[in-house]
Structures are given as structure tokens and as C-alpha cells.
């Protein structure tokens, strides 16, 4: 469609990105029911960086074959391929205008506000809506069509800064365990 | 943050400031919580975590499990006239109770009844070999349990609580772990409304 392709348009200047944010998930009666703040980082077509502050330390990598996801509260890191994980985070499908994943969606612009419905053999059934200002992505929001609500603001975002290599490289931390969901399904 | 204050067996124990707590906390039935479960097979090493908001009230209790970027991923209710689960699609499946559900559905004993006896601190009947930790509220001291052991009809639990902060004008924990030989059952709450 035609705001599909003024989407990927504005998302394709961007080779690196880098930014601030704020996640909220607002839950069916309207309620805050969990706030991350954190940073994250893009190198386009298939690096991303995410991590959330202390208390709750969460890591998202995907170094361009492989997503690692960290979470010390379950003390383990789940590792899976990063084609078959598009679910994990909205940013995996902006990190790519070409990703097949785009296939799942029909979008609609309003300005600078783009609306992405998933169809029918969409593997996620969340609703995005992705959001500039001016220039820039500034957010992200995930609709579960059953109430509840994930918003995610960016601030202080950098485009096309060099990135240091090691910033999409992954470490598995000491002691935890690891959950390899690799060639899980054929 | 200031270091946990230290644990204290029972007989050391100051019994008023046990039992000031205990009361204080004997009329919280109607309570909610949002947080993370995590449940640990420490049989097949296997573990899995999800997010959770349950609400309890007396014979009722209804909890959403979800993801923050996948969205809700199951509802559970259940009342006087019985349970209901419904999964991610929102189909619903209905049983006798939430636990047997659960069990039904992921064939995993997960101790609801329990969990909701012992999250708010409450000292279950027939808890074993107590350990308190010391706390002062408004000028006056509070022992709240920290760890004991407790059996269900399955199983033997070790339970054991931290964390605790006051929340309006009660001492709550944030962080709760059951221990049973199969399984360990780690329960992070972050938000609690009394």
C-alpha cells in the first residue's frame, strides 16, 4: 500500500539509531501496570540493542542471526533465531524496510501517525501504531486488542551515529542458564 | 538500599511483635497485585516466567497472565460457582477450580491456593519451624515471617518471603519463593493495592 511505503521510506535514511525510552503497559481497566525506562540502539538492516535499568535488567539482543533475551529474575537466557523471533520486539520489524514480516500488515497513515493492522496469518495479533515527530520515530504503540496497551517513547534519539561494534555483541552472564530454542521448529 | 534486616528464629523472637503483625494483616482479604512468576522444574531443569496482575477477594480471585510486548496471554477466574480460563484466543475452558484448571492445562501443580494464603505475609495453619525478620512502624516493632516450612494436601513447601515494604499502612513483601523437591516458584511483586 502506499503508507507502507512512505513508512518504510522514512525509515530508510536510517542506518544507525539510538535513544532513550520510557515502556509502559497500561492494562484493561486503564491501569499502569508495569514502567521500563532504558536505552536502545539500531544498526539497520538487523542489529538491535535493548536494555531496561535496574530494577528490572532486562536484555534484547539481535546481532543479525541470533536474538538473546535476558532476564535475571528467571536467571536465564533464551536464545533463538532472530528471523523466527520477530515477535519479541516492535523495533525488529523497523529495523528492516524488506523483512517478509511486513507481509503481515496493512497499514494507514494520518500524518505523521501510521496505523499497522495485522492480518488474519499475522503470527503476532497486535496492532502498531508508529509515530514521528518531524523527522524522527519518537513511538510505539502495541494495541493486544484485548485491553491492553504497550507504549513506548523515545527521547534523546541519535540517527546515524557510529555505533561501537560491541554494542550488539552478547554475553552470557555467569550462572545463568540457557534456554537454546534454535532449530526448535523446522 | 539498607541492607535486609537480619532473620530471627521464633523463640528469640519478640511474641507481640509477631502477633502485631499477624493481626494487622488478618483483615487484608480484598488485595491486588501485578508482578512476575517464575516457575522453576527443578526435577528436568526446565523453567518458564510470564507476568501476572491478579486480583483477590473472599471465594474470588482473577488473574491475566500477559507479556508487555506480546499482550495478554491467558485470564483465569474463579468464584463460588467455580473457574474459568480463558486462553489466548479467549476460548474459554471451565473446571471446578483455578488450580485444577492450571493443572489440566499446562499439567503443572502450581499452588494457587497456597500463593494467595501466603503472599500477604499471613502465617498459614500448620506452618513449621517460623523465622521472622524485625521491622518498626510508627514507633512500634513488627515481626513479619520471612521463612518456614508449610504442606499442602501434594506437597511440602519452604516458604520464604523478603523485600517487605510498608504499603499504606502495612508491612508487605515483595519477593516470595515456594520450594517443594519437584518444583520452585518465584513470585516479584511490583505493585501492590490493598
Redesign the interface.
Known amino acids: 500500500s502506499e503508507a507502507k511505503f512512505e513508512l518504510q521510506q522514512r525509515l530508510a535514511p536510517v542506518s544507525t539509531l539510538q535513544a532513550d525510552f520510557v ?1 509502559q ?1 497500561i ?2 481497566q486503564g491501569e499502569l ?2 514502567e ?1 525506562q532504558g536505552r536502545l540502539a539500531m544498526a539497520r538492516p538487523n542489529k538491535f540493542f535493548w536494555q531496561s535499568d535496574a530494577p528490572n535488567e532486562l536484555v534484547l539482543v539481535a546481532d543479525g542471526t541470533t536474538l538473546y533475551y535476558f ?1 535475571p ?4 537466557v533464551t536464545v533463538a533465531e532472530q528471523q523466527a523471533s520477530a ?4 523495533f525488529l520489524l523497523l529495523l528492516d524496510g524488506e523483512t517478509t514480516a511486513w507481509a503481515d500488515y496493512e497499514v494507514e497513515v494520518e500524518g505523521n501517525s501510521y496505523q499497522l493492522e495485522p492480518n488474519a496469518e499475522a503470527e ?3 496492532s502498531l501504531q508508529i509515530n514521528f515527530t518531524d523527522e524522527t520515530l519518537n513511538e510505539v504503540i ?1 494495541d ?5 496497551l ?1 507504549r513506548i517513547v523515545l527521547s534523546n534519539v541519535k540517527t546515524n551515529s557510529a555505533l561501537a561494534g560491541a554494542t550488539f555483541e552478547f554475553e552470557i552472564p555467569p550462572g545463568a ?1 540457557v ?1 537454546d530454542q534454535r532449530g526448535d521448529n523446522e | 538500599c539498607a541492607a535486609a534486616p537480619p532473620e530471627i528464629p521464633q523463640s528469640a523472637i519478640d511474641r507481640n511483635a509477631a502477633e502485631r503483625h499477624q493481626q494487622a494483616i488478618a483483615s487484608l482479604t480484598d488485595w491486588s497485585i ?1 508482578g ?1 512468576l ?1 516457575l522453576f522444574n527443578r526435577v528436568e ?1 526446565d ?1 518458564d ?1 510470564v ?1 501476572l ?1 491478579w486480583q483477590h477477594a473472599p471465594g474470588e480471585m482473577r488473574l ?1 497472565f ?1 507479556h ?5 496471554l491467558a485470564r483465569l477466574e474463579e468464584d463460588l460457582t467455580g473457574a474459568t480460563f480463558f486462553d489466548e484466543e ?1 476460548q474459554p475452558y471451565y473446571g471446578v477450580t483455578a488450580e485444577q484448571l492450571i493443572a489440566r492445562i499446562f499439567n503443572f501443580q502450581l499452588p494457587l491456593q497456597l500463593l494467595s494464603e501466603v503472599i500477604t505475609g499471613r502465617r498459614p495453619d500448620g506452618a513449621v519451624q517460623l523465622s521472622y525478620q524485625l521491622h518498626d512502624l510508627d514507633g512500634k516493632p513488627y515481626a513479619t515471617l520471612n521463612r518456614y516450612l508449610v504442606a499442602t494436601t501434594s506437597e511440602k513447601w519452604q516458604v520464604e518471603l523478603s523485600n517487605y515494604q510498608a504499603e499504606q499502612s502495612y508491612l508487605m513483601p515483595h519477593q516470595l519463593e515456594l520450594i517443594s523437591p519437584e518444583w520452585r516458584i ?1 513470585l ?1 511483586v ?2 501492590w493495592k490493598l
Open positions: 515502556q503497559v492494562d484493561p501496570v508495569q521500563l532476564d529474575f528467571v536467571e536465564q515477535t519479541q520486539s516492535p503476532s495479533q497486535q502495541l493486544d486488542g484485548q485491553g491492553q504497550t542458564a534456554d | 501485578s512476575q517464575a531443569d523453567r516466567a507476568y496482575e491475566r500477559y508487555p510486548l506480546k499482550g495478554t479467549g518465584k516479584k511490583s505493585q
